[in-house]
């Protein structure tokens, strides 16, 4: 199950998303297990987050950062 307060960002946005990323870059982001299908997530900076098992049906992944790090 992904972690409550990563979740809790993501869910504020992707400029939200992006700037805590910018500031805790070494915080492996936790989004196990979650739907994000037919959203807009372009721009996300997603890099070294565990995705495991995360539905992205039809979901915008437009220049979003997926690296491991």
Do not use: C
């Amino acid at each position: 199950m992904a972690n409550e307060e990563h979740l809790a960002k993501l869910q504020e946005g992707i400029e939200a998303w992006n700037a805590w990323r910018s500031i805790a870059p070494d915080v492996k982001a936790d989004l196990k297990y979650i739907n994000l299908s037919g959203l807009d997530l372009s721009g996300i900076n997603l890099s070294g987050a565990d995705l495991f098992s995360i539905q992205l049906q039809g979901t915008n992944l437009f220049e979003a950062d997926l690296s491991s790090k």
